[in-house]
């Protein structure tokens, strides 16, 4: 791999392309990933293959969705088709309707889609049984972020709403070349049959969370003017337990979830 990277390739800045040559931070990855030899997962940009010819042998199969189509062509001749199924395409649009379910989708991801690959996945819940990825390591610590913290925000609230998300282990830059500007972690996303808590209705739920953490230094009353008149919602937000001057910053998702179900109530 590495000789190939040394040759003609040039890494394609726009896909995000800094690839995994740290052979012990590749074990470290393969091995928390817990592959086992039935199953078939989905290995998300794979690039020259640097997780995927170690994963390989512990598992069934591989589906790798890889964008860039010399990487693509590589992929295909240096592993057999049997094990390794290549879509050279966008996994933003990849057709989920092909593979079986539920797996598991694993990638060391191009990090500025981090958020939409995230998101496709927590929306294809049906097609998911967890996502093991790595991420910047500031993007990480937002994932798993608890109230209080200035990490805290909608991306927290929501991925911790649909999945069990683990910050298991840094990963420094020289693991990658080429060496990246920052830092990166490896992440783990165990997506829950249930949401978190259970609310009456997801998608306001999920409007509640987003508006609330859209200026996230106003208070929520402030926040969550575009939901109703400013007595309703002190009322709601007394009725929810909270104080009036509370900042989203502060919510738990239980505390969110209560408060969505009641301020659904009060809409007109
Ligand atoms: N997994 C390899 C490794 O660890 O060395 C490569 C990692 S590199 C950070 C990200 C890979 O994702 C690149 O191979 C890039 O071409 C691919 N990629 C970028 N955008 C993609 C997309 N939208 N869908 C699928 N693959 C993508």
Do not use: W
């Not at 590589?74 to 649009?93: G, N």
């Not at 999920?206 to 208070?219: C, P, W």
């Amino acid at each position: 791999m590495e000789d190939f990277l040394r040759g003609t390739f040039v890494p394609k800045k726009r896909l995000g392309q800094n690839f995994l040559v740290d052979k012990r931070v590749v074990a470290r990855i393969v091995e928390a990933c817990e592959l086992s030899a039935d199953e078939t997962i989905l290995e998300i940009g794979p690039g020259t293959g640097a997780l995927t010819r170690e994963m390989m042998p512990l598992v069934r199969r591989i589906i790798a969705v890889e964008t860039d189509r010399q990487l693509a062509e590589k992929l295909r001749t240096d592993f057999p088709a049997d094990k390794l199924e290549v879509h050279c395409e966008d996994f933003l649009r990849f057709d989920l309707a092909q593979v079986p379910r539920p797996l598991k989708a694993v990638g060391n991801l191009p990090y500025y889609i981090s958020s939409p690959i995230i998101g496709r996945v927590l929306k294809e819940r049906e097609v998911f049984s967890a996502l093991f990825m790595t991420a910047q390591l500031e993007f990480g610590e937002r994932l798993v972020a608890l109230p209080g913290s200035k990490d805290y925000g909608a991306l927290s609230v929501l991925v911790q709403f649909y999945a069990d998300t683990k910050l298991l282990f840094r990963i420094g830059n020289q693991a990658f070349r080429p060496v990246p500007k920052v830092n990166s972690c490896f992440i783990r996303m165990t997506l829950r049959n249930q949401p978190a808590i259970s609310v009456k209705d997801v998608q306001f739920f999920e409007k509640v969370v987003r508006l609330g953490f859209l200026q996230r230094r106003k208070t929520l009353l402030n926040a969550l003017a575009s939901l109703g008149r400013k007595d309703m919602l002190a009322s709601v937000l007394s009725s929810s337990g909270l104080p009036t001057q509370v900042r989203a910053e502060n919510l738990s998702v239980q505390d969110f979830g209560r408060l969505a179900d009641l301020l659904l109530e009060a809409q007109p």
